[in-house]
């Protein structure tokens, strides 16, 4: 696709009105009626929506993207057609040549043959394909478990490559099995996997020559972002993809998104060849990403690198489904594609997936656990919270009213905590009586206002009820929101938000300093600061940084950087 050409155009504010006076501000998601009684102000206002996009791709790449139904996914191992010939011929050549593997590893260890009988050794290398973990027939709840009489069925019809583990099986099925352990909410043990040593499962890619194609979630894009991707790819070049687009607020112009990923790549000196916005769900931007893949991979293997969960395995799946239209090799390999699912740490291993006509592999590789992210200190039961499941919708402080200023005290958030689920606390120390915060992150957080004053006794008392995560059962245990961060966000413009606050594998807040109705005198007047202060759990990471275009509205107070033809020249381009 074609570089998109630039564009700027003024800003019309969202109609802005507030009211509050004290105490519990409700989030109308919750099904829970009893805090609203004390409540004297509530309602919180979605983002208004409505589609402007500047600029569609061209209908070459449009016309040719089919949409997914997420429900109408095939369950995880099974096809609906009937393999063809040329699969089953595949199928059966990887089932011998990891039976070989087996035999010979079988033979170099008779002696310490398993004292079980049957059981097979975990030191076996073949690997179940959702997941990488080796296949192993003793411990039940560790990655990798299959029930010893069908490994051995499963062995004599050379069929070992299509084994799921037992923990895919439960994956597959929704259910939250964590692998990782030892980082974070949960101490782990003896079944569990070190985030560490999952690591260091990717410490050799640097020294072959690959092509890397590194994921960022868009919803979580400076949280799991991996800034160190240098030390894990080597000089091998980089393309950049940026998943789960689906979820940007209706309306939002993915002309500007792609800008906005491009500026913030450029400030973080990460060098690539080209940026993709996608979804591994509608499969926006999948073709086009597959097309650069094909012209860059120059017959190298492809490796997907990135965060834990910011969906490397699904993105390989919608590839796959989309290569598979044309390519044979790819169709068999979409039979066995790696397990995806809403747990961190659902890949253990690199699973090899023989993809491309003519030789050459796609690798998934297990995700990098960064300390910095919500995920970190949220039980592993508790991480269901931490993802969005449908479009994000933004939730504004003050309450936004469609017709007028219903009333207002005159200090808009001033004096006022907001609570972001129990994980996140802000302060709101000096703003203007219009300043407005819109929260975009997974719905099922609630987001409540209290008086400063109470909040401390609020959250002591409400965490882990009406605050979760977490959850009533690990209030406990929880360490609390330790560290506290003070900010101080400049603003100029009266036609744009000021910054993003984004809040390390949570999601983000837009920081408006102005709504509608101000002039200019008074603008003139209150030009200068505001101060907030954010409160988050020890090692998780703020982030401010310039405001994410999303919503109907973001394409006209968006404003592209003036480049010359020599700059233009030398930034990635980007694509959806
Ligand atoms: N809405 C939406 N969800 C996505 C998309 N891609 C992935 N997901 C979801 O994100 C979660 C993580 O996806 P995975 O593919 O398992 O992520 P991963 O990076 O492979 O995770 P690890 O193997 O743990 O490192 C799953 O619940 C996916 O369904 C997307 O494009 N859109
Ligand atoms: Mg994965």
């Not at 949409?67 to 063809?84: F, H, I, K, Q, Y």
């Not at 950049?240 to 939002?252: E, H, M, R």
Request: hydrophobic letters at 40%; glycine letters at 8%.
């Amino acid at each position: 696709m074609a570089p998109i050409p630039l564009f700027t155009s003024p800003r019309a504010l969202s109609p802005f009105s507030s009211l509050h006076s004290s105490f519990v501000l409700h989030n109308p998601q919750s099904s829970n009626p009893e805090p609203f009684k004390k409540a004297l102000l509530a309602t919180f206002c979605p983002e208004p929506v409505a589609c402007r996009a500047s600029r569609r791709p061209p209908a070459s790449e449009t016309v040719s993207l089919p949409t997914t139904d997420p429900s109408a996914v095939e369950a995880e191992g099974t096809g609906a057609a009937a393999p063809s010939p040329g699969e089953r011929f595949l199928e059966h050549q990887h089932a011998r040549a990891r039976a070989v593997l087996i035999l010979k590893q079988k033979g170099s260890n008779e002696k310490k043959k398993n004292k079980r009988g049957k059981a097979v050794s975990s030191s076996v290398e073949v690997c179940c394909y959702g997941c990488g973990a080796p296949l192993q027939t003793e411990e039940a709840d560790a990655p990798g478990y299959v029930d010893p009489e069908i490994f051995e069925l499963k062995k004599k019809h050379h069929q070992l490559r299509t084994i799921l583990c037992g923990r895919c099986k439960l994956l597959s099925h929704g259910h939250m099995v964590t692998a990782v352990g030892g980082h974070g909410g949960y101490s782990g043990g003896k079944q569990f996997i070190l985030a560490e040593e999952l690591r260091e499962k990717l410490s050799d890619i640097c020294y072959d020559k690959v092509l890397i194609v590194k994921l960022v979630d868009i919803v979580d894009f400076n949280g799991s972002f991996l800034a160190r991707i240098r030390d894990l790819a080597g000089a091998n070049p980089i393309i950049l993809v940026v998943t789960k687009v689906d979820l940007l607020p209706k309306g939002t112009d993915l002309n500007c998104v792609g800008d906005w990923v491009v500026e913030t790549t450029m400030k973080k000196k990460l060098n690539v060849i080209s940026v993709h916005l996608t979804s591994s769900k509608s499969l926006v931007g999948i073709t086009g990403v597959i097309s650069e893949i094909q012209k860059e991979r120059k017959g190298r293997d492809v490796y997907i690198l990135g965060s834990a969960n910011v969906g490397k395995s699904a993105f390989i799946s919608a590839l796959l489904k989309t290569m598979a239209k044309k390519n044979p090799v790819a169709a068999a390999a979409h039979k066995y594609k790696p397990m995806q699912s809403a747990v961190p740490g659902t890949t253990l291993g690199r699973i090899k997936i023989e993809a491309f006509q003519g030789g050459g592999n796609f690798f998934d590789t297990p995700g990098v656990h960064l300390h910095h992210r919500q995920a970190a200190v949220v039980h592993s039961e508790d991480l269901p919270f931490l993802a969005p499941q449908s479009r994000l919708r933004g939730q504004s402080f003050p309450v936004v009213s469609k017709s007028n200023l219903i009333a207002t005290d005159n200090v808009g958030l001033n004096g006022f905590s907001i609570f972001w689920g129990g994980l996140v606390r802000i302060d709101v120390l000096k703003v203007l009586p219009q300043t407005r915060l819109t929260f975009f992150g997974p719905r099922k957080l609630q987001i409540l206002m209290v008086p400063t004053a109470e909040a401390d006794e609020f959250y002591h008392k409400e965490v882990g009820v009406l605050l979760t995560p977490p959850s009533e059962k690990r209030r406990e245990l929880w360490p609390g929101l330790q560290s506290v961060r003070q900010l101080k966000i400049k603003f100029e413009d009266q036609k744009r938000p000021a910054s993003d606050i984004a809040i390390s594998g949570l999601g983000w807040i837009s920081v408006e300093p102005f709504g509608l109705g101000v002039g200019q005198n008074e603008f003139a007047n209150c030009k200068g600061e505001l101060h907030l202060d954010v409160h988050v759990p020890k090692p998780v990471e703020i982030f401010v940084r310039p405001p994410m275009p999303v919503g109907s509205g973001s394409a006209e107070w968006y404003q592209y950087q003036e480049l010359t033809e020599a700059e233009e020249e030398l930034r990635p381009k980007w694509y959806y």
